[in-house]
């Protein structure tokens, strides 16, 4: 056990971030898990997310993700899985352009000029 203050405060954070990390890591596995053994859109797409969360919080390395990805995709692909973010984009378009607004300009107000005295 440590005895310095700044060390004991190190033992009580780093207990903190590898409860965190185990969370997300256990998170990760269930859900390359369930993809595995069931491939479908939803569980490709939560494993995706599953490996995005992980890098950004640093628990694995995003060559890591990156490969578990691809291998993924792979698998999907094999099942005859269609991802979900290729229906998601070709409709994404269409909708986008029916629901902008045109673009209006803002005039900036006219700055008020004072009578200088003489």
Same mark, same amino acid.
């Given at each position: ?11 009580? =954070?780093?207990?903190? /971030? +590898?409860?965190? %990390? &185990?969370? =997300? #890591? #256990?998170?990760? #596995? ?9 491939? &479908?859109? *939803? ?6 997310? &599953? ?6 919080? *640093?628990?694995?390395?995003? %060559?890591? $993700?990156? #490969?578990?990805? !691809? @291998?993924?995709? +792979? @698998?999907? !692909?094999? $099942? *005859? ?7 998601? !984009?070709?409709? /994404?378009?269409?909708? +986008?352009?029916? +629901?902008?607004?045109?673009? =209006? !300009?803002? =005039? ?11």
């Amino acid at each position: 056990m440590p005895i310095i203050k700044s060390a004991k405060k190190r033992v009580r =954070t780093a207990r903190k /971030a +590898a409860v965190r %990390n &185990s969370k =997300t #890591r #256990r998170n990760l #596995r269930n859900a390359l898990k369930i993809f595995t053994a069931k491939p &479908s859109a *939803g569980s490709h797409s939560s494993a995706q997310s &599953s490996l995005d969360k992980a890098v950004k919080k *640093g628990v694995i390395h995003k %060559n890591k $993700a990156a #490969r578990l990805k !691809k @291998r993924a995709a +792979a @698998r999907a !692909k094999a $099942a *005859g899985v269609k991802p979900a973010k290729a229906a998601a !984009k070709k409709a /994404a378009p269409a909708n +986008a352009a029916k +629901a902008a607004k045109p673009a =209006t !300009k803002k =005039t900036a107000p006219k700055k008020k000029t004072t009578a200088k005295k003489k």
